[in-house]
């Protein structure tokens, strides 16, 4: 069963930085698509980065020059480093994977119903 284990998340103030990890285990198979999500309270779940197998990345728009996403095979790590943090930012940050390569859709790899494996998420909190 794959296992996915978001750490990283806590306060930080308006233009800082926090780093996000996500430990996957059990997921087979080479072509591996992961991607980092985001939920704030009474919002939808929407997608910020995605990674593909290859290392080819896509960001969400209003993520874009502030996010980086990024990923360690030796260590089964994906990483979300964000940068010059807004308010708008806090959420329940979620780590998400599927074994097989990204869909070729920006739109599509950036939806969660793409993933069939999710973490537990971590609290990013930014403070104005």
């Known amino acids: 069963q794959v296992q996915l284990v978001e750490s990283g998340g806590g306060s930080v103030q308006a233009g800082g930085s926090l780093r996000l990890s996500c430990v996957v285990s059990?997921?087979?198979?080479?072509?591996?698509?992961m991607a980092w999500f985001r939920q704030a309270p009474g919002k939808e779940r929407e997608g910020v980065a995605v990674?593909?197998?290859?290392?080819?990345?896509d960001y969400a728009e209003f993520v874009k020059g502030r996010f980086t996403i990024s990923k360690d095979n030796a260590k089964n790590t994906l990483y979300l480093q964000i940068s010059s943090a807004k308010p708008e930012d806090t959420a329940m940050y979620y780590c998400?994977?599927?074994?097989?390569?990204?869909?070729?859709?920006?739109?599509?790899?950036?939806?969660?119903?793409?993933?069939?494996?999710w973490g537990q998420g971590t609290q990013v909190t930014v403070s104005s």
């Open positions: 998400a994977a599927d074994s097989r390569a990204c869909h070729p859709s920006a739109a599509r790899r950036l939806g969660p119903s793409e993933y069939n494996s």
């Open positions: 059990a997921i087979t198979g080479r072509r591996v698509c």
């Open positions: 990674i593909d197998f290859d290392g080819s990345t």
